[in-house]
């Protein structure tokens, strides 16, 4: 009898090497795509956090000028359902501030706010920026007392939601504000 002497690989060795090789690839390919969908949402995300920061801190200016007393500093019907401030309850579309200066109020105008980003020289106010109008975008400010505090701190909750692809993705910004200023 003779043996041989001969070494390679299996058929059953090759397959099961090109299944590893190919789960690594599709691993890969999802890793990828995540990024690029990521990637894709970026402009949006700067979008919200700014707005969301404009919105809070609307209402610190608006108590530290006086222009609302505390008592105004607070949703139409908020939680007891006849809080009596400023502040309408509910998503509403992003629309530029009325003449109070805040947003989500009684006298918002109906233009939707938009922002100008800077083109690929990535420079503001030159010929190539880009102009987005956040049509698809709404804005909900929630303000609560927060219990135990005698009615002296309250909760500012704004929570923007807005649509990236075929997805609808939500920022929340909260802070607390206090009746002295």
Excluded: C
Excluded at 12 to 28: D, P, R, S
Excluded at 44 to 71: C, M, N, P, Y
Excluded at 133 to 140: F, K, V
Excluded at 175 to 181: D, G, P
Aim: proline share 2%; glycine share 12%.
């Amino acid at each position: 009898m003779r043996v041989s002497t001969q070494k390679g690989f299996s058929l059953i060795e090759v397959l099961f090497a090109l299944g590893i090789l190919t789960t690594g690839i599709l691993a890969a390919a999802a890793v990828m795509a995540a990024g690029v969908q990521n990637l894709s949402s970026s402009p949006g995300d700067v979008i919200v956090t700014q707005k969301a920061a404009q919105a809070v801190e609307a209402v610190f200016a608006a108590r530290d000028s006086h222009k609302l007393t505390w008592a105004q500093i607070r949703n139409v019907n908020g939680g007891t359902g006849s809080d009596g401030g400023v502040f309408i309850d509910g998503p509403h579309a992003m629309t530029t501030a009325g003449t109070d200066g805040l947003v989500n109020t009684q006298d918002d105008s109906s233009t939707v706010e938009s922002v100008t980003l800077p083109g690929i020289d990535t420079l503001l106010g030159t010929g190539d920026d880009g102009h987005i109008i956040l049509s698809g975008y709404t804005r909900e400010i929630k303000i609560r007392d927060v219990p135990g505090e005698n009615g002296q701190l309250r909760s500012i909750e704004v929570t923007i939601v807005y649509q990236n692809g075929n997805s609808h993705r939500t920022y929340t910004l909260r802070s607390f504000i206090s009746a002295y200023s």
